[in-house]
């Protein structure tokens, strides 16, 4: 096993100002069906990234299949990394209090919210970092569910060896094919896999393609709740609204997008997102899973222009 490098990659985009390229994002890709037949790639496709929270629709799952009782916002909160706006850490809060837990039960730790303007409203309240404001709340409080209904140990539920946490390994092991895992943990406390990106790109295309009564469970909840997975506005909910794709970020230069069996992951080498929602969109034009003119729409909505002054001066192009 390998991990991604320089060698490994290629452009994925470039950033232009005034005539001049100023930057340069490198790193790779692979659009991929449900069988794991490469449709298009890039760069190494057989390097172990960390997946981070493109995991989260297989922990999701594996909730379910420990009966978890997860329904539309609350399932999509269980594979979200959340902007930490009051809407959705109230509904987290209403999990919690739903199974006689509290905020202080997450083993996620202490982080101000992942949106801009949700941790400035929250500083100028005078609040401190909350648990139930970081990003991955919604998956935790989807872990001590599945806990509860099992009679499981709520405190120690974050350890490898717990039985939601095996129970998540061979859901990931399913869906992915992947026998080359790299054990580590993410950066809330749960265990995380690294793997290749073509094990990740055919796991997500294989939750989307009807297959699995769960993973079609949480497909439906995403499309019809698009805010709780990110935010309103935020990226990967306009694609979520835009494409009925469903569209999940990474920490670390990471995004899927899947629709029908078919999906596009993408590790970007220096951890940006800058440029991963524009091209992930293109590769999935082009090959027809979504239309061209909605992908061209997100990309002007989505990138920021390259200004000078109030003139718009370049562009962020799309490389692949």
Same mark, same amino acid.
């Given at each position: 096993?390998?991990?991604?490098?320089?060698?490994?990659?290629?452009?994925?985009?470039?950033? @232009?100002?005034?005539?001049?390229?100023?930057?340069?994002?490198?790193?790779?890709?692979?659009?991929?069906?449900?069988?794991?037949?490469?449709?298009?790639?890039?760069?190494?496709?057989?390097?172990?990234?960390?997946?981070?929270?493109?995991?989260?629709?297989?922990?999701?799952?594996?909730?379910?299949?420990?009966?978890?009782?997860?329904?539309?916002?609350?399932?999509?909160?269980?594979?979200?990394?959340?902007?930490?706006?009051?809407?959705?850490? @109230?509904?987290?809060?209403?999990?919690?209090?739903?199974?006689?837990?509290?905020?202080?039960?997450?083993?996620?730790?202490?982080?101000?919210?992942?949106?801009?303007? +949700?941790?400035? +409203?929250?500083?100028?309240?005078?609040?401190?970092?909350?648990?139930?404001?970081?990003?991955?709340?919604?998956?935790?409080?989807?872990?001590?569910?599945?806990? =509860?209904?099992?009679?499981?140990?709520?405190?120690?539920?974050?350890?490898?060896?717990?039985?939601?946490?095996?129970?998540?390994?061979?859901? =990931?092991?399913?869906?992915?094919?992947?026998?080359?895992?790299?054990?580590?943990?993410?950066?809330?406390? !749960?265990?995380?896999?690294?793997?290749?990106?073509?094990?990740?790109?055919?796991?997500?295309?294989? !939750?989307?393609?009807?297959?699995?009564? +769960?993973?079609?469970?949480?497909?439906?909840?995403?499309?019809?709740?698009?805010?709780?997975?990110?935010?309103?506005?935020?990226?990967?909910?306009? =694609?979520?609204?835009?494409?009925?794709?469903?569209?999940?970020?990474?920490?670390?230069?990471?995004?899927?997008?899947?629709?029908?069996?078919?999906?596009?992951?993408?590790?970007?080498?220096?951890?940006?997102?800058?440029?991963?929602?524009?091209?992930?969109?293109?590769?999935?034009?082009?090959?027809?899973?979504?239309?061209?003119?909605?992908?061209?729409?997100?990309? @002007?909505?989505?990138?920021?222009?390259?200004?000078?002054?109030?003139?718009? =001066?370049?562009?962020?192009?799309?490389?692949?």
């Amino acid at each position: 096993m390998h991990a991604l490098s320089v060698e490994g990659c290629v452009e994925l985009a470039s950033l @232009d100002r005034n005539g001049l390229v100023e930057s340069r994002h490198i790193g790779a890709f692979v659009v991929i069906d449900r069988d794991g037949s490469v449709i298009e790639s890039g760069g190494d496709i057989d390097a172990i990234i960390f997946p981070r929270s493109t995991l989260k629709p297989f922990q999701a799952i594996a909730a379910l299949r420990a009966g978890a009782d997860l329904e539309g916002v609350e399932l999509v909160l269980a594979c979200a990394s959340h902007c930490g706006s009051h809407r959705h850490t @109230d509904a987290i809060e209403a999990m919690l209090a739903r199974d006689q837990l509290d905020v202080e039960d997450l083993g996620c730790p202490a982080s101000w919210p992942l949106g801009y303007e +949700d941790k400035a +409203d929250r500083i100028a309240a005078g609040e401190v970092p909350q648990r139930v404001t970081m990003n991955c709340s919604g998956k935790h409080a989807a872990f001590l569910r599945a806990c =509860v209904a099992n009679g499981w140990d709520t405190q120690t539920y974050l350890q490898p060896e717990h039985p939601l946490q095996v129970l998540i390994r061979e859901v =990931v092991t399913e869906f992915t094919g992947s026998h080359s895992i790299w054990p580590a943990v993410d950066g809330c406390g !749960a265990p995380l896999y690294g793997m290749s990106l073509r094990d990740l790109g055919t796991g997500i295309a294989r !939750a989307t393609d009807g297959h699995d009564a +769960d993973a079609e469970r949480l497909v439906n909840a995403i499309r019809t709740n698009p805010w709780a997975l990110d935010g309103p506005g935020r990226d990967n909910t306009r =694609v979520i609204e835009s494409t009925d794709a469903i569209a999940k970020i990474g920490a670390e230069g990471v995004l899927i997008i899947a629709r029908d069996g078919i999906a596009v992951a993408i590790k970007c080498l220096d951890g940006s997102q800058r440029s991963n929602t524009a091209v992930a969109v293109t590769l999935l034009a082009r090959h027809g899973v979504i239309d061209r003119s909605v992908a061209e729409a997100l990309i @002007d909505e989505l990138v920021e222009p390259i200004t000078g002054g109030d003139e718009t =001066v370049g562009r962020l192009s799309v490389s692949v």
